[in-house]
């Protein structure tokens, strides 16, 4: 399977710990976003990666997310001090900036949290 | 915000009727791609739709956008049972490489 691929699928964990999400590109595509999405509504953009460098993060992540993509392969998402408003599904996209490129993006399964 | 809204926000129809959702957003926009998301599931790109393309084709796929009107609307003809899911519009704004996603259309094709 060539998609975008995240782990772990669902996760659930007490208000004030810590979790981390991964997220695998597709290969060969150097773009990587993160959204979130919570219940009846559509996704909204936290941040995105070209290569490693994290060009953009919105107003939504806050001090206690934070991203990373060190080799410009995968990324990981860490949620520190998770509060109940942070339960929501996590979702990962990848895009290509090549010449055929149409800012399509792909996305991955996702991985829902839960924050009892 | 960017985030365009879906209208109407639920449909329920027959299998092999047409089904149409509408989008609308706010700013100028470089292209609008419209996906499919399973109950639980991520989403699936379906069609996308430049700023300058006024209508596109994709099997039982019909997109058009008038950017004059900040519009946009899918067409799914001759629906089927596995058509059921939200359907999601979403541009990508003038010198901006997110998304902004509208609210949704949940569809369901009744067999």
């Known amino acids: 399977d060539t998609g975008v691929s995240q782990n772990p699928r669902h996760k659930i964990t007490k208000r004030g710990q810590n979790v981390t999400f991964r997220c695998d590109p597709i290969s060969e595509h150097n773009r990587l976003y993160w959204y979130r999405q919570t219940l009846g509504q559509g996704p909204e953009f936290l941040t995105y990666?070209?290569?490693?460098?994290?060009?953009?993060k919105s107003r939504l992540l806050s001090d206690r997310f934070s991203a990373e993509r060190p080799k410009g392969s995968f990324s990981t998402l860490e949620i520190q001090r998770t509060e109940q408003g942070d339960s929501a599904m996590y979702l990962c996209a990848s895009s290509s900036t090549g010449t055929r490129s149409r800012n399509e993006q792909f996305f991955g399964p996702g991985t829902r949290l839960t924050v009892l | 915000s960017q985030q365009g809204e879906e209208d109407p926000q639920a449909l329920s129809i027959q299998e092999g009727e047409n089904a149409t959702m509408n989008c609308s957003y706010k700013t100028s926009i470089n292209n609008l791609q419209w996906y499919r998301q399973n109950s639980g599931r991520g989403l699936v790109h379906l069609i996308l739709?430049?700023?300058?393309?006024r209508e596109k084709h994709s099997g039982r796929l019909r997109v058009t956008l008038d950017t004059s009107k900040k519009s946009s609307s899918l067409l799914i003809t001759a629906s089927r049972a596995a058509d059921t899911a939200s359907y999601f519009c979403?541009?990508?704004?003038?010198?901006?490489?997110?998304?902004?996603f509208g609210t949704g259309t949940r569809l369901t094709v009744i067999p």
């Open positions: 990666f070209q290569n490693e460098a994290q060009l953009e």
């Open positions: 739709i430049r700023s300058n393309e």
């Open positions: 979403a541009t990508v704004i003038t010198g901006a490489n997110n998304l902004f």
